[in-house]
């Protein structure tokens, strides 16, 4: 399958950084998406990022940078954030299979990290979705200003390529995907499985747990149907915010 040109990426990244932002899954200015587009004349590869300091909710494809694999920006005007090189090309390297790389804080989720073993529980077939696909980090690195945490993220996810979530400790989220809608998609149902289960908990009963072998059979039905929901799922979520 050939990969959509760089415009439509340009235009489906923009698209879901504003969808992030008025579902309140960004933090401020913070936090970053990426696209790996293909390799360059030169041959080096070249990637789709959002400038610092440009708010998601009015994000245009025109402000996306294009940067190189050292985080040099190649066309576009405004500033690479140093989380967001070292986080993201370290993510893209590591499992070049994640066309597209979407960091976030989101509430729910970055609960999760913040609770002592915390773990997304399969007590709800949304969770289904995405059992043996998470791995956690379990180690906080900071704010990743150096590429010291880029290279343990890389050394995390090559541990575990199967893995396309990657819960980070004390921090939030990582998630990656063959597309912009797939990653978005996974994006929106992870925050929905972690708040399911954060309201769960706060009855203070104990979660119910789906049994193992409805775990499996659940999830390879969602394996079925992930990439076409999430393409369906992404273009009417664009066709009725009109984003």
């Not at 969770?127 to 696909?133: D, K, N, P, Q």
């Not at 880029?150 to 063959?178: M, W």
Request: glycine residues 8%.
């Amino acid at each position: 399958m050939s990969q959509p040109s760089i415009t439509n990426q340009r235009r489906n990244l923009a698209a879901a950084l504003r969808l992030a932002a008025k579902y309140e899954l960004n933090e401020g200015i913070c936090n970053h998406f990426s696209v790996a587009l293909a390799d360059g004349a030169d041959g080096k590869p070249r990637y789709l990022i959002n400038p610092y300091g440009v708010h998601w909710a009015e994000m245009r494809p025109s402000d996306l940078l294009l940067i190189d694999d050292k985080g040099q920006v190649l066309e576009g005007e405004g500033e690479v954030e140093a989380t967001a090189r070292n986080i993201h090309i370290a993510a893209h390297k590591a499992n070049p299979r994640h066309v597209a790389v979407l960091h976030v804080h989101m509430p729910y989720a970055t609960a999760l990290t913040m609770v002592e073993g915390g773990r997304l529980e399969v007590a709800h077939q949304t969770a289904c979705r995405f059992h043996g696909r998470t791995m956690y980090q379990d180690h906080f690195g900071g704010l990743a200003l150096d590429e010291a945490e880029g290279e343990a993220i890389v050394a995390a996810n090559k541990a575990d390529t199967s893995a396309d979530i990657t819960f980070l400790a004390h921090h939030g989220v990582t998630i990656g995907g063959p597309s912009v809608a797939v990653a978005f998609d996974d994006l929106y149902f992870l925050e929905r499985a972690c708040k399911q289960q954060v309201l769960a908990m706060s009855t203070g009963k104990p979660l119910k747990l789906i049994p193992q072998p409805e775990i499996d059979a659940t999830a390879r039905e969602w394996r079925q149907v992930l990439v076409y929901q999430a393409e369906k799922h992404f273009e009417a979520l664009v066709r009725m915010e009109g984003v």
